[in-house]
């Protein structure tokens, strides 16, 4: 119903467009819940109808704890410059 309408648009451009096309009520509703400001392309005008992106980090949700020590290897673990795949002797 939006495809070919001039971008940025309004959301008056946006439900003009949309009436010319013959949408229907259900989706003329849609739009005219849109908030009143410019959109700038189409994924922004779905983004603003049906979020998909997450959201913040919801309220109410316990942080994780803090680490506790140091990781397995010490500060071995971050280093890069061991060859891949290698296996440390074992003392005998």
Known sequence: MLEGVPLPAPR????DHA???DAGPAALAL???LPD???????EVGETLLPV???REPEGLARP????GEPPGGS??????????WV???PD
């Not at 400001?37 to 994924?43: A, I, K, Q, T, V």
């Not at 071995?76 to 795949?85: H, K, Q, V």
């Open 37 to 43: 400001r410019e959109y700038s392309s189409l994924d």
């Open 76 to 85: 071995a673990y971050t280093d890069a410059s061991e060859e891949p795949g």
């Open 88 to 90: 440390r002797d074992r």
């Open 53 to 55: 992106q997450p959201t």
């Open 31 to 33: 739009l005219e819940g």
């Open 19 to 21: 009436r010319r096309e």
């Open 65 to 68: 704890a803090p680490e506790s």
């Open 12 to 15: 008056q451009e946006l439900l």
